[in-house]
């Protein structure tokens, strides 16, 4: 390493630039410096290396000072390839500071990066490493991955410069879009032996780069397990060096690492491995109070939660309880951050319903720290009470809600008061409960009861006449305690307006009830209370007292300078005049249609829908049941069942629906056979919230019987409908589902038959296909049932509004009239080359464009082995069917190309052209090269994994 230097040059400046009094001062300084800089590298004098680095130190301090530095990249790129570790360093540094992932440039780099990679030189391979991990972006992913590689697993390389390798590589492997960068067939079992290492950082290292790995999919590094348990061993038994001790812990931070790293396997197969791993987490689990520093207790703290997810991970029954205990434990210490570190733990453990379950013993103490004086505790434990309510304990959950608000932080009142509302909303034990409840919960809330909760209220009332009654007599009662608020009245003067002729209440008394509040009102409520009053006087007498009231009211108020009250009571004057037309226009009100609930709307619109930072491990996404069930449940029945409200959040955004349509005679698509589907383990389907369309009866039924499987591959219908334009969707055992396709360019035309095999009706609860910012789709609607072995065809138009490499899904959700039931998400076959067309251009025109396109992302390149040994014309007439026009050219070995355009329409006509080259190999004729370049990174990558899937 070299020593460091006495930049005095660099000092000066520095000091001249601090010594400044003004902004402008200061930005004279600079651009004096700058000029002088620029002057002496365009001079014809060359400079020395103390010169070279000097200027490059001041444009980097320049630069860190917020001013644009137009030039000195060069400067510093050639200084990447000096040849000591002096000029080296600066070149490194400098060009770190200039250069981002996304820039041209770096290109310029890459072989000088790649030189340091593969020198004997540590200290250089620390400099492109460094440099690779902080400005390196797909390109050096697919570039420089393998010589990272190479540098990782060298067993003679030093430790501090293996630990960097592993961390620039995950670094690069964030960074690629091919996720095969490191392929687990070959590095499964390399990994595992590297982390076989003696030396703690260089495991610190691979431990990490091994959680990014298995973070995506773990398949096929379950060999690591066992070395993952050793670890955990070695750091029991306290076997590493006193630098890597933590107030007295053995190297927490791995061992962190190490306990999340497990929680993506599944339980390990071996029941050695398996009781030693128990062992080790019994041992973590089994700790002691909290100690005085704090700084050991945060490090064991971490180890234990990490540890409980473990525990939870492998589904032990002796584990679990213990798991419990101790978070419900950790519950009642004074110390606020653990209290809060338990919370949010059991919040995420509670995703798995062995935990979800155990902890419902335990809300007590959930409900008690709703009490603390932290406010963000108090959150976390609403947040926790919200997702582990059930339809058993909502109801004291609720009444706790309700007595916390009085005595909540006003700043999060208005959170409280809306989760309570969706608790009541999803498990009311009957109607009445949930209007009492809701009443007294507008009540308590005062200005933080917002308008979405007696919208709720009226929701329900207005669907189930029986309960109209109820309502009245209900809101006239609290009228009378004199307890009422602005958000209340607006709901009471709806509930009385609309249905006050059902309470055995006169009507005058109600509108003295109500006018009592009237002049304290704001203009929206006062415009409520004036269609209310208006509805009263219309169920009066026109010479009654009631009458002459109102009407004095309404010219009263015509004189308002608020214009809606004015305007209302103006129209509702002159409506007065005319008995029968008021009759009319004033009649009760319909039902309310909304589809969604407006509390999860709003909770929606509050909290957002957006995922963990952190990928969650795989055996919390498994302990979720599917639920495709997005249509809300109808006003007009009450459920119990429980719903999960995540997915009732979720499912808030719009869908693309399809029209009711008659069945119609068509070229039959559908051969209705008799296969037996294979079954599997039941699979519950959640009901539905009190707001909107309930399925509770369909839900239970469906709880009871196991899920339909295909008969067939789905991905192998799929792949055959990419290089055809009718064919078979999905069949199972009760469905069909065949589609055609038709259009050209930006404009397709999908027809779907669906056809109910069963010899009875097929009742289909959802047949949608989820929004996406590429399509612009419109569908008709599908009806509720199929008749048995009849077929129905629904018609669709596509637009393709932006390139895209994600395929469009449609959601089928049915129930059998025997009780088997079927929910899936099928991609559907519109790859982008259902939306190319073919052209044929001259053959230098493809080099000259071939040779254009120079690297990734734009162009491609992958081998494939292919299953059988495709002949040429084979692989020709599989590139005319994805509408590419063949192009006889040379490009230095036998190959088969062609070329098509992509066309695209959002707003003005978009076409990209595309261009493909598949070459065999001499040696094998089953493995050749994919290649594919465009203008458009995504159409690349789009365009790759079509020719994939199309050459098996």
């Known amino acids: 390493m070299a020593k460091v230097e006495n930049q005095r040059g660099l000092k000066n400046y520095i000091q001249e630039i601090r010594n400044c009094n003004t902004k402008d001062a200061e930005h004279e300084r600079v651009q004096k410096e700058l000029g002088k800089i620029r002057k002496k590298y365009t001079s014809n004098k060359p400079l020395s290396s103390y010169d070279k ?380 409960w949930y209007v009492n409840v809701m009443l007294r919960l507008i009540l308590c809330a005062g200005d933080a009861s917002s308008n979405e909760i007696w919208h709720s209220i009226l929701h329900l009332v207005s669907a189930k006449k029986e309960l109209q009654a109820h309502a009245v007599e209900k809101v006239t009662k609290i009228l009378q305690e004199d307890v009422a608020n602005e958000v209340f009245l607006q709901c009471a003067a709806y509930i009385v307006g609309e249905y006050g002729r059902q309470s055995s209440m006169e009507t005058m008394d109600q509108f003295n009830l109500l006018h009592q509040y009237y002049h304290s009102l704001s203009p929206e409520a006062k415009a409520m209370f004036l269609n209310c009053y208006e509805k009263m006087r219309c169920r009066s007498d026109a010479d009654s007292e009631l009458a002459k009231k109102i009407d004095d009211l309404m010219a009263y108020e015509s004189k308002s300078i608020d214009p809606e009250v004015q305007q209302r009571a103006v ?22 249609e909304m589809k969604k609930s407006v509390l999860l709307r709003k909770l929606v619109g509050n909290e957002g829908t957006s995922e963990e930072a952190r990928e969650q491990p795989a055996w919390l996404d498994s302990s979720k049941e599917p639920n495709f069930d997005t249509e809300p449940p109808e006003p007009s029945e009450i459920t119990d069942a429980h719903v999960d409200s995540t997915a009732a959040i979720n499912d808030d955004s719009k869908e693309v629906s399809m029209e009711p349509q008659q069945p119609v005679q068509v070229l039959d698509l559908l051969d209705f056979g008799n296969d037996e589907s294979s079954e599997i383990p039941d699979e519950a389907i959640n009901g539905s919230s009190i707001i909107g369309e309930t399925q509770a009866t369909v839900a239970e039924e469906v709880r009871q019987t196991s899920k339909t499987e295909p008969i067939e591959d789905i991905d192998a219908w799929l792949a055959s409908l990419y290089t055809s334009m009718s064919g078979i969707l999905y069949e199972d055992s009760n469905m069909q589902i065949g589609l055609k396709i038709r259009g050209k360019m930006s404009n397709l035309e999908i027809d779907f038959f669906v056809g109910n095999k069963t ?131 040379d490009l230095g070995q036998p190959n088969t190309s062609a070329v098509c355009i992509f066309h695209c329409e959002s707003g003005q006509v978009k076409q990209i052209p595309c261009m493909a080259s598949i070459t065999a190999s001499d040696v094998d004729p089953s493995e050749m090269t994919v290649t594919v370049a465009t203008a458009d990174a995504t159409i690349s990558e789009a365009l790759m994994h079509a020719l994939y899937t199309c050459l098996d």
């Open 759 to 889: 010899e009875g009706t097929l009742e289909l609860k959802k047949f949608t296909i989820p929004p996406t910012p590429y399509f612009e789709v419109n569908c008709t609607e599908a009806p509720a049932e199929i008749e048995k072995s009849q077929q129905i065809m629904l018609q669709s138009t596509w637009a393709c509004l932006l390139p895209y490499n994600t395929l469009p899904v449609l959601q089928i959700q049915y129930l059998t009239s025997g009780g088997e039931s079927m929910a899936r998400s099928l991609k559907l076959p519109t790859p982008v080359t259902k939306f190319c067309s073919p052209v044929t251009i001259p053959e230098n025109v493809f080099i000259t464009r071939w040779n254009q396109v120079s690297g990734a992302p734009f162009k491609l390149g992958k081998n494939k082995q292919c299953q059988s040994n495709p002949t040429a014309e084979q692989i020709a007439q599989i590139l005319t069917m994805l509408n590419f026009e063949i192009i006889q050219v």
């Open 53 to 432: 680095r000097k200027y490059l130190w001041k444009l980097m301090y320049t630069k860190m000072l917020g001013y644009d530095v137009e030039f000195g990249h060069k400067q510093a790129m050639d200084m990447m390839a000096a040849t000591t570790y002096a000029e080296k360093q600066v070149g490194y540094v400098v060009c770190g500071m200039f250069l981002s992932e996304n820039d041209e440039l770096l290109r310029l780099v890459i072989n000088s990066v790649r030189s340091d990679l593969l020198s004997r030189n540590e200290a250089f391979q620390c400099l492109a490493l460094d440099f690779t991990a902080n400005v390196g972006g797909p390109e050096f992913a697919q570039l420089l991955a393998a010589d990272v590689l190479n540098v990782m697993a060298h067993g003679a390389t030093r430790p501090i410069v293996r630990k960097k390798a592993a961390l620039c590589l995950l670094r690069l492997l964030r960074k690629s879009p091919d996720d095969q960068l490191l392929s687990a067939k070959d590095w499964g079992s390399k990994m595992a032996a590297l982390l076989e290492e003696t030396d703690l950082g260089v495991l610190l290292g691979l431990t990490t780069l091994l959680l990014g790995i298995v973070s995506r999919n773990y398949e096929g590094y379950e060999a690591c397990i066992p070395r993952l348990v050793e670890i955990l061993e070695r750091l029991r038994e306290k076997d590493v060096p006193q630098d890597y001790t933590y107030y007295g812990l053995p190297s927490p931070w791995l061992e962190v690492k190490v306990l999340r790293a497990l929680q993506y396997f599944p339980a390990p197969e071996n029941p050695e491995m398996l009781k030693r791993l128990r062992e080790i987490l019994k041992q973590i689990l089994s700790v002691n109070d909290p100690v005085k520093n704090p700084n050991k207790n945060n490090a064991a703290h971490a180890i234990v939660f990490e540890a409980a997810a473990v525990a939870v991970s492998i589904e032990d029954e002796e584990l679990t309880p213990l798991v419990v205990n101790l978070m419900v434990r950790f519950l009642t210490v004074r110390e606020s951050n653990l209290k809060y570190l338990a919370l949010e733990n059991i919040n995420r453990l509670s995703q798995s319903w062995q935990i979800s379950k155990a902890i419902s013993q335990h809300r007590k103490t959930i409900i008690a720290c709703m009490s603390d004086a932290d406010s963000s505790i108090t959150g976390v434990a609403l947040n926790l009470l919200f997702t582990t309510a059930n339809k058993d304990t909502a109801g004291e959950i609720v009444e706790e809600l309700l007595t916390a608000i009085e005595r909540s932080d006003y700043s999060m009142r208005e959170e409280l008061v809306l989760k309570a509302a969706i608790l009541a909303e999803r498990f009311p034990p009957s109607p009445e």
């Open 571 to 592: 129209e509702y004057s002159s409506l007065c005049s005319n008995h029968n037309i008021a009759e009319i226009a004033l009649q009760t009100l319909p039902p309310w």
